[in-house]
């Protein structure tokens, strides 16, 4: 049961992967070098907590109905 | 309500035939883009490096003329006989124009592919610019003057239904599909004339020997005269898409039409006197006429700037009509399952990034960094490899069942494919415009030379990576799509499963616009006046500086050149 | 016609940002001085290079205490000269002609990047910093041996720099 529709989630971890690719552009920019390696890492590192994130219970919302899927 | 193949059956075959040719174009043309990607970088060497030039040619002309401008005749057919609800006047004229563009395009790629096989004393890798000296079998250029004027034809035929409604329907507003065709048209008519004399009057008579000599910079300029007003024709489709289709399947209305009048009219005024900016490294032509070109160039973000907003407004509209709230959390309630939406709506994110690279081109001094390095085919790859195809891709799943009853198969497959378009994409664009600001030229079979290129983050090998990565993804896409295509195609009839043949409503309607907007003639008018002071003094400069014939020089390849010049590689070598 | 007022707002700010744009590559003309490759030499026939004054002999000049000239033809696939040799901290203008079809000439990691057309001459003027190497690549497709067509031109230390002896 994930907080938002699983095909968002998809849509929004393709539409991650130009930021994701941007950021290394900006990490050079503000000095840091990471390599091939590393930013790869790191992309995946933001993917899991995106996905992470859909799928975590919202224990804060207790009683709310769950989506349709 | 009913679907378009059952209200216009015999428009339904046409713009059926139309789609399904340029389905096979992009088919091929996305096979030699894989076999360019992985030769370019060394991986997989299947061609002789002197033969990337024809598959290149062959990339560019499949893609951006036959899969592009075939999907448009297909889409222009469409909108002009659903806005007017009234069919063609004379299908024997339509399946003529239709008739002349596919016979060009097979005329023009004859010689191209003739330079592929030994046996064949033909060759036409000159790419798709065609830049004489550089020379093409005389069968290439009369291919091209066939398929250009089937597109003339074409756009006759809708003028003629247009005309036809007229007479019934004198005060009405023409509605806005048509419009956009009309505008759209005007445009083409008046810049595609300059490559049809260029290829007419000087380069087919050259190719069969009745002149020696052409003027290089001459033809060059009647090119770009063309050039960039084509890159408009292959999006004006698209804005239409956008325009008309998008709010629609995003389950609202368009924002304003008298806007969207206001943008094609602006395309109609600057797409052609912009030409120059193609030129801005070019000697011969003098500064002042660089800074026209760029100044128009700029003005011509604004009709961009306008379809953003537009598009994102009714976008929202939808959103909230479907239940969304709040200041972001709307977008969660778009139809993102429907690939005919996701597929358009990732097009128009990544024609923004294309904008950004856009400007880079376009500053006139800016240029000199990028001109004719890997940084401009990252950009259209952007533009109409993205905006453009994966919009068409998209558009082809609301279109297919509209145009032969049967409903789209393989839903899930067809997301997949817009969202593998949009990540192979990210990679290969993004590689190539880095390596373009490295240097690295466009257009070569092999950018390995003696010395090295350095990119300012990473290296080489990471951006190669990164365009071999994208180049497969956007090929396995292709496939995909063409799967989906050819799925559909074998499924049964059953229109109670498809959509009703309609287009989005306006919130703002076309009363609210001035009358004049309508006023083709007063538009096409001012449109040709910028064309000749943007275009007099340079030609008259050309031709009085060398004649229209040029300063001299003979035409190449030539036989003895290639075995001259291959002594000569092996030397430098 | 009714305008929404975010559509104006938008609208406005659209035209800045385009004068902002236009105004800035102004800027880079008028007052950062970047000079656009443009008609100022007269045309010549590429079938006769052979007799021209410059291109007949290409290669380095002296034309003042610290500039120099550079005269080359680029033909399919190479350019003449292939090694261009020039001082350390020096102005150089290169002048650069076609013998068959259009090439480019563009030293590569810089701006200096130019179309060459038969007929035409492209003349760009650049300064020079420290010694180094570029390589010079033709980025305009010009036949089949196009990914061959390379050049380099090396900046020497200013002692170390002689100019060749006119035959």
Known sequence: MSRIDPVVLLVLLVFTVPILVQLRTVAFYLGFEPTVTQSIILGLAVIVVIVGWAYWPARWLPSEPEGCE | MSTYVEQFPAEARLVRSAMYTAFVALGLGAAFGLLQVLHRTNVLRVIDSTDYYTILTLHGVLLVLTFTIFFLVAIFTWAITTSLDRPLPDHRFSWTWYGLMTGGTVLAAIPIVGGLIDQIDMSAAVLFTFYAPLQAHWLFYVGLALFVVGTWLAGVDWIRTYLAWRREHPDERIPLPTFMVLTTMGFWYLSSVGVALSVLVFLLPWSLGIFEHVNALLTRTMFWYFGHAVVYFWLMPTYLLWYLLLPKVAGGKLFSDPLARIVFVLFLLLSTPTGIHHQYLDPGIAEGFKYVAMTNTMFLLLPSLLTAFTVVASIEHGARQRGGTGRLRWLGALPWRDPVFTGMALAGVMFAAAGFSGIVNAGLNVNYLVHNTFWVVGHFHLTVGTAVALTFMAASYWFL???????????????????????????????????????????????????????????????????????TLLFLSTVLFLTVVLGTLRGGVDPTRIPANTYAAALSEAEDGPRILDNLRLWVLIAVVLVILAYAFPIAAIVDRSGWLGPGGSPYPQVVWVVEYLVVALALR | MNVHDYEKLWIGLSMVLIVLFIGSITYGSVVAGVVMIDDAADPVDPDALGDHPDFGDPGVTQTGEDTYEVHVVAFHPGFNPDVIEVPANSTVTFHVTSMDVIHSFSIVGTNANSMVIPGEVSSMTVELGAPNRYGIVCNEYCGEFHHLMEGELVVVPEDEFELEADE
């Open chain 2, 401 to 471: 069942p509209q145009v032969t009853g049967k409903p789209l198969w393989g839903r899930p497959l067809a997301l997949g494919q817009v969202l593998l378009w949009f990540l192979g994409m990210t990679f290969m664009s993004n590689a190539m415009h880095r390596g373009g600001l490295a240097g690295i030229p466009r257009r070569t079979a092999e950018p390995q030379y003696n010395f090295s290129f350095e990119p300012a983050i990473g290296s080489v090998a990471e951006l190669d990576a990164q365009v071999v990565l994208g180049g």
